[in-house]
């Protein structure tokens, strides 16, 4: 557990794993791992069996298989979508612990937090399968004129609502990845005019191979379906931290129901600031986030993604930061366990900003622990079986020194 950590094994690595969100799928996703694990073929059956008996009546791995390289609109489908990134999380959940690679916290973004909410205990697997459908369902229906999307862009949060948002109300920040790059989400003919503007002025973008504009107000149209759903969760056996709010759904009794649920999928995603709060953790062994995710928390409820609350959200960010300085600033015995964070995703995403923004703390905070980051899955790079040994080996070489 994160609270007492820093009492025993102090000499381990800390180990964190990150579950992405959608993206990157194809047709031989994971196949070599398929074929020569036989706990990792398990998971994946077992799960896509659940899927089939209750939901669809057919097998999303045998339909993926039949997907040509190039036909991106079949994936927008996301029972699709959903379903192969669900199965493969946890799949790949089971097999580092089969090779006794357990997390000591976890942490997932948009999609990424169903399968990280079971992996973590806070649901059981019929659980987890319900919401990921009704989720999926729900989405779904937010693809209409595929005329919506998002882009990746460098440049600040700050920057972007100086110089752009006034002009371009429309278009809203759908997840602040990086103190330097945010996604942008809205309809496509208005970011095409954004995007122009970008072009001369240097700043680069790339645009993100999705037909609708998540964490946006387009998702409004689905809150009540959202919010009717109905389960049960538990307190986190693996200590997560949310990418909503940024809170510890242990420590600070961050519930994991329906309305979370909707503000996963309608709210930003705030990677950058979750990411900030588990190096806190890390790093210090701080066991009450409350001082530090209050503004957070009432930003995202309050969120409408306009201009005037943009303002508003810089101010709560600000203070957060203050908050953040002030707790680190204290002075504690520096723990001596490296960091390794492990990207749990269908190929190398967002692992890139995590280490980006922990370098950037550990030069900050004087950290000089060797820490590692480590994505499970390169497409087109040595082979799935290949990368994920060569996560294995590395992990056993930080426990031998």
Not at 166 to 182: D, L, M
């Amino acid at each position: 557990m994160i609270s007492n950590y820093n009492e025993s094994n102090e000499e381990k690595p800390f180990i964190v794993f990150f579950f992405s969100g959608q993206g990157g799928i194809h047709s031989k996703l994971a196949i070599e791992l398929y074929e020569k694990e036989p706990v990792f073929k398990k998971w994946m059956d077992d799960i896509d069996n659940i899927l089939k008996v209750r939901y669809y009546g057919y097998s999303m791995l045998e339909k993926l298989k039949t997907i040509k390289e190039d036909d991106r609109e079949s994936l927008y489908d996301q029972h699709l979508a959903h379903s192969i990134l669900f199965i493969l999380q946890i799949s790949l959940f089971k097999l580092y612990e089969h090779y006794d690679v357990t997390p000591d916290l976890v942490y997932g973004l948009s999609l990424g937090e169903i399968a990280t909410s079971y992996c973590s205990g806070m649901v059981d697997l019929e659980t987890a399968c319900y919401i990921l459908y009704s989720r999926a369902t729900a989405i779904n229906k937010t693809f209409t004129e595929y005329d919506r999307t998002l882009v990746s862009v460098d440049i600040s949060e700050e920057n972007f609502n100086s110089k752009y948002s006034e002009r371009f109300p429309q278009i809203e920040i759908a997840c602040k990845i990086h103190a330097q790059t945010i996604t942008l989400g809205g309809k496509i003919t208005d970011l095409n005019q954004l995007l122009e503007i970008f072009d001369n002025d240097n700043i680069s973008y790339k645009r993100l191979p999705i037909a609708s504009s998540f964490h946006t107000s387009s998702m409004e149209s689905i809150k009540e379906e959202i919010l009717n759903l109905s389960f049960k969760y538990s307190p986190p056996i693996i200590p997560q931290i949310s990418t909503v709010t940024c809170k510890s759904f242990e420590i600070n009794n961050q519930p994991f129901n329906s309305l979370y649920l909707y503000n996963n999928i309608r709210e930003p995603c705030l990677l950058e600031e979750s990411t900030n709060n588990i190096y806190l953790l890390y790093l210090k062994n701080i066991s009450d986030l409350n001082n530090l995710n209050n503004n957070n928390n009432n930003n995202n409820n309050n969120n409408n993604n306009n201009n005037n609350n943009n303002n508003n959200n810089n101010n709560d960010n600000n203070n957060n930061k203050n908050n953040y300085d002030k707790l680190t600033n204290q002075k504690s015995n520096q723990s001596k366990r490296p960091i390794i964070i492990i990207e749990i995703s269908a190929q190398y995403s967002l692992i890139y900003f995590i280490e980006k923004t922990i370098c950037e703390l550990s030069i900050k905070y004087s950290d000089k622990n060797n820490n590692i980051f480590l994505s499970t899955l390169y497409r087109d790079k040595d082979g799935d079986l290949k990368t994920f040994k060569n996560v294995i080996s590395n992990i056993k070489e930080v426990y031998k020194n």
